[in-house]
Structure formats: structure tokens, C-alpha cells
T-cell receptor, first 110, second 112 residues
Framework: EDKVVQSPLSLVVHEGDTVTLNCSYE??????LLWYKQEKKAPTFLFML????IEKKSGRLSSILDKKELSSILNITATQTGDSAIYLC??????????FGTGTRLKVLA | DGGITQSPKYLFRKEGQNVTLSCEQN?????MYWYRQDPGQGLRLIYY???????QKGDIAEGYSVSREKKESFPLTVTSAQKNPTAFYLC???????????FGPGTRLTVL
């Protein structure tokens, strides 16, 4: 059965800290891995990683795909209170199907 | 502005009632999806549609129904057969199936 596992489940840090969120996947016919940020309502898209694009960066956020270890990390440097959210990881297999992890709840304290 | 809208934002239902959640997009996306989100669980796929007048069951379709009469619209009906309907419902769309999905703001359904 396809599955995506995220760790840790929750995390509390102080502003300025660097955090690393983990996502591992077991998916047949792996196609891509995606990261979303969910604050209160709609998850907003952060990154998509595929076999042809294993590292992405946007400002203080970056993500790497490790195809050998079947995993991905999301790094956030110099965290701010506005980074507080649930971070969702999803893997796509074959065609339509997204398999989501349970998410990591990040809280950044001022 | 392009985007996905869902309504209502909050919905209360009595047991035994059917309710319909609205999802509209003006992104010209072909594929649309409905997910359910419960605390401590990942998003679970209810139904998806790749094209107008066609849709498929996801992992937890029992007690739900959908229609796709227009490209822009993909309403979800939560029927009385759904035993535990209280949840946060998210609609998403993508250009084609398998492409990046973009989400609406969600509807929180509570059964009284």
C-alpha cells in the first residue's frame, strides 16, 4: 500500500531557528513529491520535486529529494512567526493520485 | 482574480440530512478533486474528475456523491449514508490529472 510518513508530528521553535521537516514515501510508480503549507484553510503550494528536479529553493525555504532513500526534507532558515503552520507532504504515483502524509505542525515562538 | 472558491465556509447539518458543498474554479483546469481532512490524518481523496461529465471514486467515496456538469463546478453532496461526516472538506483543481493541485479555502461541516 502506498504511504507517506512525515516527521516530526509537531515542532516548537523560536524565531531565528532553522528547522528541518522530513517526509518519506513508499509509492509505486513514483512521479513527484510536493510540499504544501496550510495555515488555517487552504494548503498553499510550495514545491514540487521530481526525478529531474531534486532540489528547489525559494527565499528561506528549500527542499531536497533523495531518490535513493525515498525521502525529502523541507528546510526553513531564520524562522519567523509567520512560518507557523501545518506542512503537508504528498507524493504522486502514476496518474491522478496524491498520497498525503499527516503533516508536521510547526509553531514558531516570538 | 483566478482561483478556487468554496461555499459555505461553515455548514451545520442535522443527522439524516443531505447537504451540498459548492466548489467553483475559474482557472480553466480540467481536473478537480474533493478531499476530507480530519485531525491527525492526512487529506483523503473522496472523488475526482478528470473531465466534464466524468468522475471516479477516491479512497473514501461511500456516503458521498458528486456531479461535473460544467468544467468550472464540482459540487459534493454529503448524504445521510455518511456515518461520520463532521470534517473539513477541501476542493482542489489541476490543469490535468497528476499536475500540481491548487486548493480552495475549504468548508467545515459539523453534524449536530
Amino acid at each position: 500500500e502506498d504511504k507517506v510518513v512525515q516527521s516530526p508530528l509537531s515542532l516548537v521553535v523560536h524565531e531565528g531557528d532553522t528547522v528541518t521537516l522530513n517526509c518519506s514515501y513508499e509509492v509505486t510508480n513514483f512521479r513527484s513529491l510536493l510540499w504544501y503549507k496550510q495555515e488555517k484553510k487552504a494548503p498553499t503550494f510550495l514545491f514540487m520535486l521530481t526525478s529531474s528536479g531534486i532540489e528547489k529553493k525559494s527565499g528561506r525555504l528549500s527542499s531536497i529529494l533523495d531518490k535513493k532513500e525515498l525521502s525529502s526534507i523541507l528546510n526553513i532558515t531564520a524562522t519567523q512567526t509567520g512560518d507557523s503552520a501545518i506542512y503537508l507532504c504528498a507524493s504522486t504515483s502514476g496518474t491522478y493520485k496524491y498520497i498525503f502524509g499527516t503533516g508536521t505542525r510547526l509553531k514558531v515562538l516570538a | 482574480d483566478g482561483g478556487i472558491t468554496q461555499s459555505p465556509k461553515y455548514l451545520f447539518r442535522k443527522e439524516g440530512q443531505n447537504v451540498t458543498l459548492s466548489c467553483e474554479q475559474n482557472l480553466n483546469h480540467d481536473a478537480m478533486y474533493w478531499y476530507r481532512q480530519d485531525p491527525g490524518q492526512g487529506l483523503r481523496l473522496i472523488y475526482y474528475s478528470q473531465i466534464v461529465n466524468d468522475f471516479q471514486k477516491g479512497d473514501i467515496a461511500e456516503g458521498y456523491s458528486v456531479s461535473r456538469e460544467k468544467k468550472e463546478s464540482f459540487p459534493l453532496t454529503v448524504t445521510s449514508a455518511q456515518k461520520n461526516p463532521t470534517a473539513f472538506y477541501l476542493c482542489a483543481s489541476s490543469i490535468l490529472e497528476g499536475d500540481t493541485q491548487y486548493f480552495g479555502p475549504g468548508t467545515r461541516l459539523t453534524v449536530l
